[in-house]
């Protein structure tokens, strides 16, 4: 099983700060990792797919990168509606795994 | 305009069953992989189980692997999930989310707003 770590796991930040959020992968996944935002009390939304494609209706200042091993999204300008928790999930293999989560909070 | 709504959780008694729906409506189900995922309360998400788009392959995690069983009905555009032999480990939201292909095994990329399935005596 890939297991998917990420880190920190608790972000304090006031808003308009950048965000980098970390996700590593216990072996290469290529660029099989999504990124997903949940709100408390909602379901999780697509952010990220393919490591740095921004799904439909995600703003610019949310961006993906890495490929093998180790990831990263980025949230350019914090804006208040950002704070949540986020989770990466890799599709490469069977079984699907996703990561602990970090939760962005305000500072 | 893609809609999963799920339903039939509720509270249960450890060794008993339940069986999920998830009822499909905006995009042509049958072309689509679904897949369900779960939530502890308070803790990550989980993969629990996909379906192939024409229902031929299915996948589970260890967790659920021979307790659990995932099924749709393309025809009434419904997924499902039997629960037998649940366990309080299996307390939890459960979602049901699409997959954007008709092969399984890639992101999520739309879910349902999640029913809750409690385990307990």
């Known amino acids: 099983e890939i297991v998917m770590t990420q880190s920190p796991a608790t972000l304090s930040v006031s808003p308009g700060e950048r965000v980098t959020l970390s996700c590593r992968a216990s072996q290469s996944i290529s660029s099989d990792l999504a990124w997903y935002q949940q709100k408390t009390g909602q379901a999780p939304r697509l952010l990220i797919y393919d490591a740095y494609t921004r799904a439909t209706g995600i703003p610019a200042r949310f961006s993906g990168s890495g490929s093998g091993t180790e990831f990263t999204l980025t949230i350019s300008s914090l804006q208040s509606e950002d704070f949540a928790v986020y989770y990466c999930h890799q599709y490469d293999d069977w079984p699907l795994t996703f990561g602990g989560g970090t939760k962005v909070e305000i500072k | 305009e893609v809609q999963l709504l799920e339903s039939g959780g509720g509270l249960v008694q450890p060794g008993g069953s339940l069986r999920l729906s998830c009822a499909a409506s905006?995009?042509?189900?049958?072309?689509?992989?679904m897949t369900w995922v779960r939530q502890a309360p308070g803790k990550g998400l989980e993969w629990v189980s996909t379906?192939?788009?024409?229902?031929?392959?299915?996948y589970y995690a260890a967790s659920v692997r021979g307790r659990f069983t995932v099924s749709r009905d393309n025809s009434q555009n419904t997924l499902f999930l039997q629960m037998n032999s649940l366990r309080a480990e299996d307390t939890a939201v459960y979602y049901c989310a699409k997959d954007p292909l008709t092969s399984g095994g890639h992101y999520l990329d739309s879910w349902g707003r999640g029913v809750l399935v409690t385990v307990s005596s």
């Open positions: 905006g995009f042509t189900f049958s072309y689509y992989s």
């Open positions: 379906v192939y788009g024409n229902g031929a392959f299915t």
